[in-house]
């Protein structure tokens, strides 16, 4: 062999050990924990998200979990549970991904899975960039530790879980003129992937609740105009381009339109950039400029808010320059939603974070005023008038979202908290397509009345008949609505008081609920103010 062929193999040699010396650590970690597996009848796994040792969760315990999973795959040695499958079993069995399970738990675990082990194990700070992760492979039938490893790898994560106690920051003040009246803006985005099915169905039965809340609310002495927007993200059906994005609605006071379109929502697979569809909710309504406005968004899901291409910092800042609240709602385990940033994401601008159970069914209370209110709200529709073509879809429009109310689970309550949304001054101001709505609000003016675009029963009247009938019409529908408003009242109090028993049972939190304490706390900040 001649000098420059013995070079050639020392230098493939010492690249060979240099490759193998920097070899990433949690690879290293994974071979080990397959050597102690050699012997052992272990064909698939389940790796668990990695807690700290002292149970704290961060965005390392899933980013270890993704990693170690991926190294594991790559080997083909043992198969490997998909993450959203682990994810959605654990959800069954109402357990969160941490690095801590009883023997029994792992065996139920293993048999719901069909797995003969789970990876699991902890982590602990050695510094700042620094962490040390233990690891252990346990069989699922027995409770017995199979391999072990442990390996110190760099903490590429920010988030420190012994300084996540203490409020979130608050809104930078937003200086400008004053708009003077109230005025409320509510984007609401929702991760309409396939497992968002619960979510879907918690919005369309808690959009009247969540309105009524700002029915009974004031400010300066005038009942709030709530504008609301809905964009659908992480959807296949939707393009790739526009990162799986649609905007469903854009801001509107007529809220029959956004039950109706939270009905036709459809979930499918796909990818949920959360900084993408925040930049696109921000950058993409028309947001008033106002400082005394409330304006928020809502965003909810189930996936690591890191995803996508759009850094959510970026997008969440400029919200906060708008002076948009970012709250965010994780369909899960608190700390798991922490540990995947979503908490990080309602922190950089002032919002709220909260998760909910998205598979808890929507309960409402039931109350005695209930019947009578309902059948004041079917009275209440023959007090609309349509005016045009507009008019006559809306009517309808307006039947239907009463029947799909009535259609709705007796428990969730969704056909009275309508009803109480119809008699409110939000509804009928949102209602242009109506002629005592919009002649009350000065949209339009008796002597710009088109007797061709009325209903037919009121076209062959002459001008005082027809002003009398509108003007009956809208007698009527006062008595009505004030009615109701003794009524709601009264189901306020009531219900008040069985949400106090239930809350010291610990019931689960839902999307309307979360929604609705959030907006009560910032909203008061604004100087909205709610009734008990």
Known sequence: MNILKRFALILYVLAALADKAAADPLEKLARKLEAGLKDQPVKQVAVLSFAYHDGAMSSGSTIVQERLTTFLVQDGNVQVVERHLLKKALEEMKLETIGFMDPQTTKELGKVLGVDAIVLGTLNDLSKKKTEVNARV????????????????????????????GPSPSLPPVTGPY????????????????????????AKNQLWHIINEFGAAEKGGNNPVVQVALYEYGNDRLQAGEGYIRQVLPFTTDLDKVSEQLFDLKTNGGQ????????????????????????????????????????????????????????????????????????AGAD????????IDQTAQVVSIAAPQDPEIQRLSAQLNDTFIAYGASGRKAVRRQQEVDRMAQAAPAAA??????????????????????????????????????????????????????????????????????????????RRRYVAQKEKELAAQGATQTLGQAVIKTVRSQAAKKGFKFKD
């Not at 708009?179 to 918690?202: E, P």
């Open 138 to 165: 346990i069989e699922t039938e027995t409770g017995k530790i199979l391999a072990a490893a442990q390996a110190n790898v760099s903490r590429t994560w920010s988030d420190d879980p012994v300084k996540t106690a």
């Open 179 to 202: 708009l003077g009246r109230a005025l409320v803006q509510i984007a609401i985005l929702l991760d309409t992937s396939n497992s968002m099915d619960g979510l879907i169905s918690q």
């Open 348 to 355: 950089a601008g002032g919002g709220d974070y909260a998760n």
């Open 413 to 490: 309550g969704v056909a009275t908290q309508r009803a109480m949304a119809k008699a409110s001054s939000q509804y009928t101001q949102g209602s242009d397509w109506d002629v005592v709505s919009a002649l009350e609000t000065g949209k339009l003016k008796n002597s710009e009345l088109r007797k061709e675009e009325l209903p037919a029963e009121l076209q062959g009247l002459g001008d005082k008949e027809r002003a009398a009938y509108i003007e009956r019409k809208a007698a009527e529908r006062k008595a009505i609505q004030a009615q109701i408003g003794r009524l709601s009242g009264e």
């Open 272 to 343: 949920e950039y959360c900084g993408w569809v925040i930049r696109d909710a921000v950058n993409g309504l028309q947001w008033d400029k106002h400082a005394d406005v409330y304006k928020a968004v809502f965003i909810a899901g189930n996936e690591p808010f890191t995803q996508g291409p759009v850094d959510f910092h970026e997008s969440v800042a400029e919200a906060a320059r708008k002076g948009i609240a970012v709250n965010s709602i994780f369909c899960g385990g608190r700390q798991e939603g922490a540990a995947m940033q979503w908490k």
